[in-house]
């Protein structure tokens, strides 16, 4: 059974950082697109960032240059490094396993507050 476990969230000033980590278990992510979503309160849930072997990493222009996503395949997880920090980063942040996984984690918050 495939898992996606998401962790790292938490409460931080605005300005700070946050590592978010996703560990997958049940299937090797190397050949599988990941991404990073999130949803805010009362909003539509929005991407954020992705990785492929194809393409390497993309962003949201919201968090382009703030934010960075990484995988360590060896470790079957997938990160986003979060600086810099703003108010409107306030969400849960989703990991995701792109195409044939199409698979979802439980999500973890992010609080920044100003």
């Known amino acids: 059974q495939v898992q996606l476990v998401e962790s790292g969230g938490g409460l931080v000033q605005a300005g700070g950082s946050l590592r978010l980590s996703c560990a997958v278990s049940?299937?090797?992510?190397?050949?599988?697109?990941m991404g990073w979503h999130r949803q805010a309160p009362g909003k539509q849930r929005e991407w954020v960032a992705g990785?492929?072997?194809?393409?390497?990493?993309s962003y949201a222009p919201s968090v382009k240059d703030r934010f960075t996503i990484s995988r360590d395949n060896a470790k079957n997880t997938v990160y986003l490094q979060m600086n810099n920090l703003k108010s409107e980063d306030t969400a849960v942040y989703y990991c995701?396993?792109?195409?044939?996984?199409?698979?979802w984690g439980q999500g973890t918050q992010v609080t920044v507050s100003s």
């Open positions: 995701y396993g792109g195409g044939p996984l199409s698979k």
């Open positions: 049940g299937v090797t992510i190397s050949t599988y697109p």
């Open positions: 990785i492929n072997s194809a393409f390497g990493a």
